[in-house]
């Protein structure tokens, strides 16, 4: 079943502007990932964050995990026209197994 | 490594037809999964294969749809037959094998249009 989902659903911003999207879960998660996803592609991994981890950088991207609100933040800084994609967060459900269950996404636009 | 490779990339047919998409998941990857995307319903789980054998199918809408994973380097989603509502992107995925959620590596899709 489907369990991050996504606020957001559409974002429209200027290049050189910050993006936030936020994801909320609803069981205990092993872990968190974010993905992109551009116009007719495959889904492409961003970043995973654990659940004994709250923050999290990778180059222009900052993740945060609150486990206590089951939610998470995806910002994007700086954004660039390339940034404009779908964006998708996923959990494992606290399952035991290896299956993910991914977010309705979050439409993000980037002027130039 | 070329990443998960699907085909065919596009594929229209006409209702009642046969459709068989294929996937080559990353050499080295024990997990692989079988997705639908579609506008109304979002990103679906069909399937999903461990060591080549089905985990979990009950993503798969009925009996027209089956997956089979004869290898470790080659699976295949079946419809048969089709339907115009079937029409979507199917994506593939693989991960290495976990127990917590790992990170998978989606092939391009295929798009599938039902006449």
């Known amino acids: 079943s489907q369990q991050g989902e996504e606020d957001p659903q559409a974002l429209s911003i200027q290049e050189g502007e910050n993006a936030t999207m936020n994801c909320s879960y609803k069981t205990s998660i092993n872990n968190l990932q974010w993905y992109r996803q551009n116009s007719g592609r495959g889904l492409v991994h961003l970043i995973l964050i654990r659940s004994n981890e709250r923050e999290k950088h990778s180059g222009r991207l900052r993740v945060t995990l609150d486990t206590s609100k089951k939610s998470s933040s995806l910002l994007i800084t700086a954004s660039r026209a390339a940034d404009t994609a779908s964006y998708f967060c996923a959990t494992d459900a606290g399952e035991g197994n290896n299956r993910l269950a991914f977010g309705k996404g979050n439409q993000v636009v980037v002027i130039p | 490594d070329a990443g998960v490779i699907q085909s065919p990339r596009h594929e229209v047919t006409e209702m009642g037809q046969e459709v068989t998409l294929r996937c080559k998941p990353i050499?080295?990857?024990?997990?692989l999964f079988w997705y639908r995307q579609t506008m109304m319903r979002g990103l679906e789980l069909l399937i999903y294969?461990?060591?080549?054998?089905?985990?979990?199918d009950s993503g798969m809408p009925e009996d027209r749809f089956s997956a089979k994973m004869p290898n470790a380097s080659f699976s295949t989603l079946k419809i048969q037959p089709s339907e115009p509502r079937d029409s979507a992107v199917y994506f593939c995925?693989?991960?290495?094998?976990?127990?917590?959620?790992?990170?998978?590596?989606f092939g391009a899709g295929t798009r599938l249009s039902v006449l």
């Open positions: 995925a693989s991960s290495l094998p976990g127990l917590a959620g790992e990170v998978q590596y």
């Open positions: 050499s080295g990857h024990n997990s």
């Open positions: 294969f461990n060591n080549n054998v089905p985990i979990d």
